[in-house]
């Protein structure tokens, strides 16, 4: 298949790239920035200048491919600007679905996040749950972007939605890998949160989810839930240290404390306009809090999926980094 891809150069969207290769479809990217994204290119992959958030000329890039996987979206749990947050994840979202369906586009695999479904009263979380309220101004956006692409879908473009859980993985350059990082280097002075818990996934598995959803026949309006292997943030820690060598951090705040030091770091974050301390702000000790949790039977038995053990996807992510200890 003619294949378009947004997020290209991304965690997930790289090893969806390598995956569309290996199953010989032929893919066209949408960068930013062409010149940095020379590896693709030698890899045989089509790179076409554009931003989800400028739409003047996606539908002409677009036109004459089978499917789009659209992956580009803004992924932190904090900006001191959360406008942003809206003009890539809703408005761009916006741009992407018209200019599918003005180009004819026959198929597409929307990639989402778990967050999305916020506090859900359903759970654990299925593929039908309700909607809940929603910890980050990231999650807010995810949703209301899957609200924007189901809109397109009622206008008569052809949509399957998957939801990622917590992505594992070497390279991760988002929050979850500099979590890991810290908890190894000995940056993170406490354990905090340790009730609550996330659902996880190698970003391999991601990348054959999405790659198993484009590929389906008949699939048109289902979602799929991403990921199995439950921990809480207490054994996810426990996990880390076991992998790495590394002691835990001694200390254990309560959550009401965690909170209270989390909102200080973000005010002071964003009265001086540089990233908060340790990554905590109000929206991460939030997210951290509320965590998520499912199951994975549909995209088991739809997509034909397995999971890599959580304990795999972390060993290969700290093989990647140096590890410094004193004594």
Known sequence: ????????????????????????????????????????????????????????????????????????????????????????????????????????????????????????????????????????????????????????????????????????????PKDTGIWIRQLVRGQQPARVFEAGGFTFVHVDDVAQAIVRAAEREGNAGERYLIGREYLTNGEFVSLVSELSGVPRPKLAFPDWLAHAGAAVCGTVARMTRTPPVLGLSRETALHLAQGFRFGSEKAERELGLTYTPVREALRADIATFHVTREG
């Open 1 to 172: 298949m003619r294949v378009f891809v947004t997020g290209a150069t991304g965690f997930i969207g790289r090893r969806v790239v390598h995956q569309l290769l290996q199953r010989h479809h032929h893919v066209t990217a949408l960068v930013r920035h062409p010149a940095a994204a020379t590896n693709l290119r030698a890899l045989g992959v089509h790179l076409v200048p554009g931003d989800v958030t400028r739409p003047g000329g996606l539908a002409d890039t677009m036109r004459g491919s089978d499917w789009l996987l659209h992956l580009a979206n803004r992924y932190s749990l904090y900006e001191p600007d959360e406008q942003v947050y809206q003009t890539v994840n809703v408005q761009g979202n916006r741009n992407v679905m018209t200019a599918a369906l003005e180009a004819g586009v026959r198929k597409v695999v929307h990639v989402s996040s778990i967050v999305a479904f916020g506090a859900s009263p359903d759970q654990p979380l299925r593929e039908d749950s309700r909607v809940g309220q929603h910890a980050t101004a990231y999650a807010r956006t995810k949703h209301a972007g899957d609200e924007v692409v189901w809109e397109h879908a009622r206008q008569g473009l052809k949509v399957v939605m998957v939801y990622p859980g917590a992505v594992l993985g070497p390279g991760d």
